[in-house]
């Protein structure tokens, strides 16, 4: 993000900080989900004003919903039978697939005909777009249980109604451990993906789940859910201590605390 991104895109000394001036204009306070993304955000941005420590308002779903009832007014929406065991499948775009400006071209290596036979007629993929892809007008159609969900109005609702995910790079990893369920990463082009994106931070240490790179790899790390949840429960904990301890369903009050202090009751 901010002046790494920027770089990566070609813009000139001056065209990056034109950008970090109308940031810096544009901000009083920026709300964030954990301390220790304060120096990224110093660092990325320049910025010299006032941080909120919170957590995201909008993980505050996660934990306080009915997850279960949620799961029934989803399935029922996208036409999925409850008795499923219900994939979701979120790959992030890819710079290489851009076709404009925020659009690009749907990521199609895993290949959800083959894996939706590995795994047999009990579960469902749930295929979620990035926003960049929605943009676009193909869509996946035509194959069994495997339904695009890439115009569904919620990810938290699409997050509450899925036992597993397929994910990659993208930061719908952090708001899914928060359930603590489990996550396959499909990460086949991991180099050159970090080639024209550096991150943050390294990968390592912030994909808490098996690293798959084929379609086979990735049915059989789906094969047993139970058993993937089991192995993987201390590293996603591990994982929500660092990224997600002010994830906790209050993220909203702390908030409105800050901007609204104590006073008058009206």
């Known amino acids: 993000m901010g002046i790494d991104f920027w770089r990566s895109k070609g813009f000139t000394d001056e065209e990056v900080q034109r950008s970090v001036d109308r940031v810096n204009r544009e901000w009083d306070t920026?709300?964030?989900?954990?301390?220790?993304?304060?120096?990224?955000?110093?660092?990325?941005?320049?910025?010299?004003?006032?941080f909120l420590v919170t957590g995201y308002p909008r993980c505050d779903a996660l934990v306080n919903d009915d997850a279960s009832a949620v799961r029934r007014t989803v399935l029922s929406r996208v036409g999925v039978d409850e008795g499923q065991t219900v994939v979701l499948y979120a790959p992030t775009y890819r710079d290489r697939l851009n076709t404009r400006m925020f659009a690009a071209a749907r990521f199609d290596e895993l290949e959800l005909g083959r894996l939706a036979t590995l795994l047999g007629p009990g579960y469902t993929l749930l295929v979620r777009g990035h926003n960049?892809?929605?943009?676009?007008l193909d869509r996946v159609t035509g194959m069994?249980?495997?339904?695009?969900?890439?115009?569904?109005?919620?990810?938290?609702?699409l997050t509450l109604a899925c036992e597993v995910a397929v994910l990659d790079y993208s930061?719908?990893?952090?708001?899914?451990?928060?359930?603590?369920?489990?996550?396959?990463?499909?990460?086949?082009?991991?180099?050159?993906?970090?080639?024209?994106?550096?991150?943050?931070?390294?990968?390592e240490g912030t994909a808490p789940g098996p690293w798959t790179s084929t379609t086979e790899e990735v049915?059989?790390?789906?094969?047993?859910?139970?058993?993937?949840?089991?192995?993987?429960?201390?590293?996603?904990?591990?994982?929500?201590?660092?990224?997600?301890?002010?994830?906790?369903?209050?993220?909203?009050?702390?908030?409105?605390?800050?901007?609204?202090?104590?006073?008058?009751?009206?």
Request: with cysteine.
């Open 30 to 50: 920026l709300l964030v989900p954990s301390e220790e993304c304060v120096a990224y955000y110093r660092e990325q941005y320049d910025f010299e004003g006032d």
């Open 132 to 136: 960049n892809n929605q943009r676009e």
């Open 144 to 157: 069994a249980q495997v339904v695009d969900v890439t115009d569904y109005p919620d990810i938290n609702e």
């Open 171 to 203: 930061s719908l990893r952090f708001d899914w451990a928060i359930t603590g369920k489990p996550m396959v990463f499909f990460v086949p082009d991991l180099e050159d993906y970090f080639a024209l994106r550096r991150p943050l931070f390294p990968y």
């Open 219 to 266: 049915a059989a790390a789906l094969g047993d859910v139970p058993g993937l949840r089991t192995k993987y429960a201390a590293d996603i904990e591990q994982f929500n201590q660092r990224f997600n301890a002010l994830h906790d369903g209050h993220a909203t009050e702390r908030v409105l605390a800050a901007f609204f202090t104590d006073g008058d009751d009206a």
